[in-house]
């Protein structure tokens, strides 16, 4: 019973180049969140949406953008990778109780 | 934002042993809390949460107030809890999570 997946779970680009890492949830939630995770810097919130249209800026949102046009699917969009983009980048989506249900995660590699 | 902190980034213990996994919070109000463990190459999924007063594979987490904290413990520990956890508030909200403690059981 998948409830949020992601588009890839491996990617690897070049710098410079726009990549979109794209997310899905089934669970008809109103929020979704993009992390990236780091060893040793735990989960940092890159993105968040209240609504479709809707967004937020987290803690580090230089160097990203997000999509939400439906309310099923949140876009994360690296407008010029970089090479200290290269992280694994988490989707999650919380029900009303507050528990967040995650995405399996993308690992994204930069060269 | 709610904050929670984790001051342990590894904690390694034998097989058998107790396990304790700290977690302090610092917001006021009525604190919700939740505890999250990320199995090698799995996704990141809950483990407990403290509302519901239960033990998850062995597991349990009793908030304190006058302390603020959250810590997840374990009586004996076991080779399969080898994993990443994290402590973190309602996800409803912008929340921030703690920066994860990897725990590491040795046989």
């Known amino acids: 019973d998948v409830k949020v997946t992601q588009s890839s779970r491996y990617l690897v680009k070049r710098t410079g180049e726009k990549v979109f890492l794209e997310c899905v949830q089934d669970?008809?939630?109103?929020?979704m969140f993009w992390y990236r995770q780091d060893p040793g810097l735990g989960l940092r919130l890159i993105y968040f949406?209240?609504?479709?249209?809707?967004?937020e800026k987290g803690d580090i949102p230089e160097g990203y953008s997000v999509s939400r046009e439906k309310k099923e699917r949140f876009s994360l969009i690296l407008e010029s990778a970089s090479t200290n983009q290269t992280s694994m980048y988490l989707c999650a989506s919380p029900s009303s109780s507050g528990e967040q249900y995650f995405g399996p995660g993308t690992r994204l590699t930069v060269t | 934002a709610q904050r929670v902190t984790q001051p342990e980034k590894l904690l390694s213990v034998f097989k058998g042993a107790p396990v304790e996994l700290k977690c302090n919070y610092s917001y006021s109000g009525s604190p919700e809390l939740f505890w999250y463990v990320q199995y090698s190459r799995q996704r990141l999924q809950l483990l407990l949460r403290?509302?519901s007063r239960e033990s998850i594979k062995g597991f349990t987490a009793d908030l304190n107030k006058g302390e603020t904290s959250f810590h997840l413990k374990k009586p004996f520990a076991q080779e399969e809890d080898s994993a990443m956890y994290y402590c973190?508030?309602?996800?409803?909200?912008?929340?921030?999570f703690g920066k994860g403690t990897r725990l590491s059981v040795i046989a």
């Open positions: 949406s209240y609504d479709v249209k809707m967004k």
């Open positions: 669970m008809d939630h109103e929020n």
């Open positions: 973190a508030p309602p996800g409803n909200t912008p929340l921030v």
């Open positions: 403290h509302i």
